[in-house]
């Protein structure tokens, strides 16, 4: 069986005995993460590396959730029927934790697709500290667990718009055993999940195609200036790859594309997730064009 993996602070790690005199805990947990079940990072240096967490975010196996306000223990106890000699366990302990979360009526929607899902959580703390679990093999993976969201609750005088979500893990003895209280260099702050990106056609004809990008909420107020050749593709109506030159943006933030024999249903996307700066981005629907 492992034992927990504990680290004090940078570049003093070790397992603890009953024995030590200075006893090592991380902070209030203000973050969660949700990872795709069999999802794991090779060695706890991984874990620790902003730089694989963000390889992880963009491959889509982890998924950053949103700020974790009025987190809380809600831990329910086993309970027991007792005859004269015999003590029966008739319910288990459960390992529950509760959090708040603000959220736009498109962020409420991106969390809701979490809702009922057994995946891995990985909790940021405010130190800042990961908790994970250590595996045999020494890879590192999440606590297994179920996320409950909550109903969208409206604005009121004394709250903005929020939803409760509920962390339901599996197993009270799998961090016990073998958790692993990580500390980083960075914290959640620098760790953001994929972008919606929005593409706003500005003109086409045959030759040419010029486009925005845009993200935020709904259609996006943000415009993205920075894609590269290769971020965006163009495809026929049958979804073959187009062959194109891009041109980056101009001042007013519009991207040009040249080719021949574009058509009317091509359609213009991000090629995939695209990562700026350690921020991903994915068009949620290409672009349908309309060639004038």
Not at 227 to 237: I, K, T, Y
Request: hydrophobic share 35%.
């Amino acid at each position: 069986m492992n034992r927990p993996y504990v680290e004090c602070h940078e570049n003093k790690t070790g397992f603890r005995n009953t024995g030590a005199k200075k006893q090592c805990v991380l902070g209030k947990t203000v973050k969660f993460a949700f990872g795709i079940p069999g999802f794991k990072f090779a060695s706890i240096e991984d874990a620790k590396d902003e730089t694989k967490w963000n390889e992880a975010i963009a491959q889509k196996k982890i998924f950053p959730l949103f700020d974790a306000e009025e987190y809380a223990v809600a831990d329910t106890e086993p309970t027991y029927w007792e005859g004269e000699n015999t003590r029966i366990e008739t319910s288990k302990g459960k390992k529950i934790r509760t959090f708040r979360s603000i959220l736009s009526l498109c962020s409420y929607f991106a969390l809701k697709s979490f809702d009922g899902q057994e995946g891995q959580i990985f909790e940021f703390t405010n130190d800042p500290g990961v908790k994970g679990i250590v595996n045999e093999d020494g890879t590192v993976k999440g606590q297994t667990a179920t996320l409950n969201v909550g109903r969208l609750q409206d604005s009121t005088g004394d709250m903005p718009q929020n939803a409760v979500v509920t962390v339901n893990y599996k197993d009270f003895n799998e961090r016990e055993n073998s958790g692993a209280d990580l500390k980083t260099d960075w914290s959640h702050l620098e760790l953001f999940g994929i972008f919606d990106a929005h593409l706003e056609l500005v003109s086409a004809s045959a030759t040419q195609i010029k486009v925005k990008v845009r993200t935020g909420c709904g259609a996006g107020d943000e415009l993205i200036t920075t894609l590269q050749s290769g971020d965006l593709e163009v495809r026929s109506a049958a979804g073959a790859l187009v062959t194109t030159t891009f041109v980056e943006a101009d001042s007013q933030g519009i991207y040009t594309l040249t080719g021949t024999a574009f058509a009317t249903n091509h359609t213009v996307a991000l090629a995939g997730v695209v990562s700026i700066d350690n921020q991903h981005y994915e068009s949620p629907e290409p672009l349908k064009v309309t060639i004038s």
